[in-house]
């Protein structure tokens, strides 16, 4: 995917994410979100898919957000503040949590709730085990996103505990599987947080999205 971006992009992005990557607040509530007063893109996916190592990758901070082994952790909407320029969102994860069933659908409603109603919110980023591809469990995730008409872009994590071709493959695959969907962006990008494999792109995705 190194060809999507210029060299100029790529340093922009680096030197974006060089600068301070803060966190801000925790939703609980619909209204207890910040004003929509800056460009912000949300990560979203499946209990443990490692959105919280990812948006520790891309600010190259170990602890911004906290990850966890034990699913479903997440149960507020999250806001970093990248050099008070925009805002990473970390959405509550879907599919199991351990979590009673009443609280898991609260907080899967109040994720639904900002993906509805969040007129600053550029692009959404879907993320996918790039070992299991796409389940019937995102299925419903990817309805939710076309029905509230926001631009979202598949991201594959955990692609270092897979062969190179196999990652491209399943890249294809995911691609094609989505491509009918009206509101998916037509790229995959994938990732790795423990190696930092497509770390440079996506923050170049993220920092094109912010500024469009």
């Known amino acids: ?10 340093e922009a992005a680096r030197v974006a994410f060089a600068r301070p990557v803060e966190f801000m607040m925790g939703a609980a509530k619909i209204e ?32 911004l957000a906290r990850s966890s082994s034990e699913p479903g952790r997440t149960r507020e909407v999250n806001f970093f503040v990248a050099d008070g320029q925009f805002r990473l969102v970390d959405l509550p994860g879907y599919g199991f949590a351990k979590a ?37 469990v995102d299925a419903e995730a990817l309805d939710a996103l076309d029905l509230a008409a926001v631009s ?27 491509s009918k969907r009206p509101a998916a962006f037509p790229r995959v990008q994938v990732t790795s947080a423990e ?17 469009a």
């Open 1 to 10: 995917m190194t060809d999507v971006f210029t060299d100029e992009q790529l």
């Open 152 to 178: 979202y872009q598949i991201v594959l994590t955990k692609a270092d505990k897979m062969k190179p071709s196999e990652a491209a493959a399943m890249a294809e695959k995911t691609l094609k599987g989505v």
């Open 32 to 63: 207890q979100l910040p004003p929509p007063d800056l460009p912000e893109v949300a990560f979203a996916g499946r209990s443990n898919v490692g959105k919280s190592s990812l948006i520790n990758a891309l600010a190259g901070r170990k602890q």
């Open 100 to 136: 009673g069933k009443q609280v898991t659908k609260k907080f899967q409603n109040l994720g639904r709730d900002y993906l509805r109603g969040r007129v600053n919110l550029k692009r959404v980023y879907l993320l996918i085990d790039a070992r299991h591809g796409l389940k019937s």
């Open 195 to 211: 190696t930092g494999l497509g770390m440079a792109e996506l923050r170049a995705e993220i920092l094109a999205a912010c500024q």
